[in-house]
């Protein structure tokens, strides 16, 4: 076998290693939410939980408003202080606007 810039030499390089396919990965789903999409109690403002306290969003006089936030790794949101806190230290309650939903511990 001769390769190119080989021919001649008594010890060839060898052909290239093919490089492995990388596997699909399939969908994970996410944990529960609640029914429908996030909502704000009439006149409400302020901070609320959502995704099992993963995410929060904010309510302005009733209003969504903005995108979903996510909490930094190890925590939940913490309606009781308006903020993140340490996962251990919150129960997770996510309010679906009239129904209860529990999440998180």
Known sequence: VCYVDSCGQSNPPPPPTPQPTPLPVPPTES???GSGDPCCPPGFTGLK???SCAQY??????AVTGDLLEVPA???FDNS???FN???Q??????GCGRRLRGGK
Request: glycine share 4%.
């Open 90 to 95: 919150v129960t997770c309650v996510v309010d």
């Open 31 to 33: 944990p529960p939410t």
């Open 57 to 62: 969003y904010h309510c302005v006089a009733g």
């Open 49 to 51: 939980a959502w995704n």
């Open 86 to 88: 340490w996962a251990a």
């Open 74 to 76: 190890e925590t939940l």
């Open 81 to 83: 202080i308006q903020n």
